[in-house]
Structure formats: structure tokens, C-alpha cells
């Protein structure tokens, strides 16, 4: 294999550079040329893309975000807009290409492969860490300690003004980053889409788990099924009058900043492997990482559904606020 591109695509996630890194540095090493396309899929349709030498990615490893870029395309989802990007991929001679991304990137993977004689591997980049086949995805961790350093800071102000906060934190249509980062911050409730939101019962919690506490948080998941953060606080506030109640949207802050060790190490093992696997011959596999172990299963397998987050957690906060 002579030429690997390499992409990243969909929200960007702190690690991405790591990944970027490994894999241009790994190709290096064997000899292979790294291609980085620009802008994700846009910029494989638009032909933006280069050789990439070993000082591009120096020094990259500490940063969020990605040297490379990232968009949601939508003229990749046209059959006009690949066969523009196929072209281009045929005139710059590739070999091979790694995607960094989330469902979205491996759904265009996945197109992409059937229409294109091309050995594809995915690696999971996205904050919601919500993809088949992995138990961890880039950006993941970075996200939950952004979260959690923000919660203590409105913890600080929620008990000297003995109020109730409702914290929304991303992850789309899952739940992981909300039901970790309620664990990891000691929140006394979640609210995630994989579990029915009751509001009667969210009332009642906040009745008797504020009982001798000077703050509550709520911590609600952007896509759950009772509503954002402000809508639920709506939905509670005519149940607890005696309650000051404030809501708050962490938003973007959650997908920047430097990426975490966790990330960093994870995303460097899993561009090296990346590499290998393309050496080796393999092609259209997902990377992922369960327990300490890199693992691959078929792109495909990976946008199948979503991941679940460990639903007995609840159980477990619901426990660790009960005085
Ligand atoms: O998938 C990552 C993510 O940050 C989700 O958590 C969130 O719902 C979405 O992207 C936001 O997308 P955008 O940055 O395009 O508004």
C-alpha cells in the first residue's frame, strides 16, 4: 500500500488530532504516503486534500478539535456528490482511507465501500460515545471532564443559593455522557432517553432528596424524552413552589479543549492499529476498544444501532442520594 487518506468527519471530539497523529506518523514509518482530506467528506467531494509530512502533525497530540477539519455533508448523500469524491480519491492514486467519526461517518464509509473498490477502516471519534461495537469512543472522556469540572462550578453557586440547577449536557439521542458525568459529579438525578422520564416521580425525588441539602442537579441528557433541560424545569416548577429552580446549557464547551490522557492514549493505539490493519490487508471494519482490547467489528455492524449505556447506574445514584 502506497497512498492512506485519511478524514475526519461529523461533530469533532478532543483526541481526533492524537488520531491524526498516530496515523501519519504510523504510515511514515512504513513507508506508506499519508493523504489528509480536508473538511471531512466536503472536502473529499471539493478534491481539498495533501500529502501529509511528519511536521503537520507535530506537536498536535495536546489540541481539540482537528488540523484536518470536520462538516456534516450533505452532498455526500447524493449519488452525484460520490462520484465526485470517488474521482477524486482515483486521481490522487488511494489505496486505502481511515475515517475518524461518529454513525454519520461510517454510514458515508459504509456508501462509499459499496460503490468504490477501496479498503475502509472507521475509527470511533465522537463525544456521545454512542457506536456499536465499542465501549469507548475519541473525545469521550474529554467530554465528561469538561462536563464535570463545569458541574462543580455550578454546584458552587447552587448551594450558596440553595437552588435546584437542571444541567443539559450533548450526546444526541444517547445517554452516555449524561448518566457518567451524574456519577462522576455526584448529581442526584439523570434523565436519559434510554429510560422513560416521569415527571411525577422527578418531583417527588426533588422533594425528598433536597431534604437537608443546600443544591440539587438534575442532570438531563439534550435528548430525552421529557423535554430539554428548560422544558422539564417547566414541566416541575408548578409541583414545587417553595423550590428555586435555574437551567443550564453546557452546549459546545462539551466537544472542545485538550484532550484528555485517556483520549490521547486511546486514540494514538487505535490510529496505529488503523495502519496495521490496512497493511494487513483488511478492510471495512470499525475499530474498537472493550475492556483494555483494540477490537474491529464490520462497519457495518457498528451503525447497526447504538450502544447502551449501563442501565443498573441508575439504580446506583438513585441509592447513593437516598439519606
Ligand atoms: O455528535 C456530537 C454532537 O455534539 C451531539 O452530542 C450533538 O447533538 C451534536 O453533535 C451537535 O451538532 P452540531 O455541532 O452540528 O450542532
Redesign the pocket.
Known sequence: MKRIALLTS??D?PGMNAGIRAVVKYCLYYGIEPFGIYDGYQGMIDGRGKILTYDDVNNIIQFGGTILGSA?CADFKTKEGRAKAISYLRSEEIEGLIVIG?DGTYTGAKILGEEMNIPIIGMPG???NDLFGTEYTIGFDTALNTVIDAVDKIRDTATSHHRVFFVEV???DAGF?ALYAAIASGAESVLIPEEITDIEKLVNDIKTQNKGKRSTIIMVA??DDGGDAFEIMNKVKPYLPEFDLRHSVLG?I??GGSPSAVDRINATMMGAYAVDLLKEGKSHLAIGIIGKDLVTCPIVDAIKGHGQPNLSHLQLIEKLRTR
Request: avoid cysteine; charged fraction near 30%.
Open positions: 461529523g461533530g471530539s456534516r461518529g465522537t463525544i456521545d450533548m450526546g444526541r455522557i439534550e435528548g459546545h462539551q466537544r
